[in-house]
Each structure stands twice: as C-alpha cells, then as structure tokens.
C-alpha cells in the first residue's frame, strides 16, 4: 500500500531555486510513485513585496539588495539555467523582476478550483521561461486558461482584490513558523527541507520520512 505524504510547498513565482525545487520534486515523486501517494499544497511567499507594478531591472534589483557585481549576477543565471536543464526546466532570459501578490491571490483560488498545482507550474514558466509579467492580469488569467480554468471567474478574482486577506494571513503563518526563504519543503507538516535540491536529495528524504511511517 502506498505512504500517504503531504508536501507543504512554500515558494514566490519570482524565485528562480523554486521553479527549479518543484521540478526536482516533482521528479523524485515520479520515481518513488509505487511506494508515496504525494499531495502538494502550495503556499506563498513574496520576495518583492514592496515592487510597483512595472518590476525592476533584474541585474539593478540584485545588485542592490545582495551586493552583486553584473559578472556575479550573470554567473549565477548561467548557473540557475544549468540546474534548471538537468531537472527538465528551461530557463529563458529573465530582465526584469516583479511583484507576485496578484499572482499569489490567483493561486490561491486555483486551490479551491483544485487546479493550484498546474497554474504555479503555468506561472513559473511564463515567468522564468517565457519572460512574461507576472503581475500583469492578462498574464494572469492566459496562465489561467492555460490549465482549464475560467477566465472570466479569474478575471473578477483579480480585479475584485479577493483572497487578499487570506494571502496576507498565510505569508504571516509562514514568517511566524520561521520561513525566511525560498523553497521550503515541509513534509507531512514537520520535516523540513529547504532550497532547490537535486532529485537525488529529494529522493532520499522522502524515503527516509515514508520508512517512518508517520503521516
């Protein structure tokens, strides 16, 4: 019989390692599919929550805020494309970051529609693959779309501010449990691994929590 596992996903559409997080986990779920029935429940978090809506230079952003040099930035984005490939995600030329709080709302419906996993999987592409604005509701609701669910249904979810509270109320939940980066993993709600992890991690910790048989 198959271990039930419950994976807490807590991630910003911004955050190039989550892209790379969810497809490495969601590789090392493929493998271990005989032995883990896995439901991943996606949370948020903003790495930009103070961004005006037209984003930021990337290269101006990073360099600001963790001290960069435009050679370092460059290095670790052919780094991040390097990882991204070996997991199945293609990276594609990221210029700008953005605000992801509309996005984070959006999501949060899609989780009562139960189609939440496929539209962060539609956004995290259109971001970091296809370079699209995040924050821009046409964006927004082709993601949407994308995945089946109803545009005009997303369309009022954006331009009516709701689940705004409920965001907000998880972002805290999650700063208040000790998240301060991006991805972290919690597994059946207290084992915690954190980062874009290679599937083989991925793969050994899952197999370590399952032969503990606690759910």
Known sequence: MKQQLTIDFVSDIACPWCAIGLSSLQLA???????VDAQIVVHPFELNPEMGPDGEDIVDY???KYGRTPAQIAETQAMIRERGASVGFNF????????????HRLLHWAG????????????????????????NHDV??????????????AREV??????ADEVREAEKNNQQMGIQSVPSIIFNHRYLITGGQPVEQFVQAIEEIVAKGVA
């Open 92 to 103: 594609g030329p990221r210029t700008r970051t953005y605000n992801t709080f509309d996005a």
């Open 62 to 64: 990073l360099g600001k």
């Open 158 to 163: 954006l331009t009516s501010g709701a689940y």
């Open 112 to 135: 009562i529609k139960g189609e939440q996993l496929p539209l962060k999987l539609a956004l995290l592409r259109a971001y970091h693959a296809d370079g699209k604005n995040p924050s």
């Open 29 to 35: 779920l493929a493998r271990l599919h005989d032995s």
């Open 140 to 153: 927004l609701i082709e993601a949407a779309q994308s995945v089946g669910l109803d545009a005009d249904e």
